[in-house]
DNA sequence: ACGAACCGTTGGTGACTCCAATGATTGTGC
DNA sequence: GCACAATCATTGGAGTCACCAACGGTTCGT
């Protein structure tokens, strides 16, 4: 051709949204990576992490406290259970409900998932210095918040 | 029930990880949004603006330079050759080639997504100030640009 | 006891990204 | 010139994350 010379950046590519959601994905595919070598994904490890931190809990409840979608929570249990990570018991005193409960094995493999979680967000804030790092994360956590507030406005199990 | 009062804020939730996918994904909510109200979505944008940008191309090529899976290219440039927005010819001196360029209706689109565009922007970063903004897009693009060195690098179309 | 609300489950949608395989076409090496 | 390699468009699939509608079963409020 005679006119590829240009080295156009591309409209798009200075957008906040671009930014974002570009190292977004650099970000997720660094987790991804880390939890698949123990063959987990995203949802595991947050119900692992959420089991532990609030305890055993109705998938209902583990989804509103992990923001997984009850839909999800389903297979999300499914594969956890298959390794015998969690326990799906039936609840006695309602029997609509499961009751989702860690098992030793899930503690453990929750203990890799958070070292491989550690691990990558070294990788991930390599090019930053410690400051810089506290500069983004406060920048991203008050974005997020107002985002929240005005949509979804989840997290809240408190009555 | 009797053990809810605990409000644990949940462990992940101040990894940058986690603050990144999350703030990204209300933007591609918000682009998504600014996006739809017109039938278009990101990848229809991302497409029109390479247009414009470098010119008519064969899908290949457009795939390089916009970044878009050829495979995906495939039914973006159906979806907008349906409507009109761009047009897919044959390539006389390369039979293996179509050659997409845009449209008059094309361009008029692309200029109404750029505006919604921009509009998300706003919308984006309000909590934060101006020069807040500066210093959240520059270590974005510090962290965006260090990812894409180290894999895959694309966006070389250059020689 | 009846209806409202909740629970788990199934099955589907959508966006974005990436991969493998295929047939047609072009270019290259010999 | 011809066989082989490379390129192009296309199809079909996969995987992650998120969301929605509907179902039957269960419990709760009235």
Do not use: C
């Not at 015998?84 to 989702?100: F, Y």
């Not at 406060?138 to 949509?151: Q, V």
């Amino acid at each position: 051709m005679e006119n590829p010379p240009e080295k156009t950046p591309a409209a798009w590519e200075g957008t906040p949204s671009w930014l974002l959601t570009q190292t977004a994905h650099h970000a997720h595919r660094l987790v991804a990576d880390g939890f698949s070598s123990v063959r987990a994904r995203g949802y595991h490890y947050r119900l692992l992490a959420t089991l532990e931190e609030s305890g055993p809990a109705s998938q209902a409840e583990l989804g509103r406290r992990s923001g997984i979608h009850v839909s999800d929570m389903v297979a999300t249990v499914n594969e956890l259970s298959d390794r015998r990570l969690v326990e799906r018991a039936l609840d006695p005193s309602d029997r609509r409900r499961n009751i989702v409960s860690l098992t030793a094995a899930g503690r453990r493999q929750l203990r890799v998932l958070e070292e491989r979680l550690a691990r990558t967000q070294e990788e991930l804030l390599a090019p930053l210095a410690p400051e810089e790092r506290q500069v983004l994360t406060g920048l991203l956590a008050r974005l997020l918040e107002h985002h929240d507030r005005r949509s979804g406005a989840s997290g809240e199990a408190r009555s």
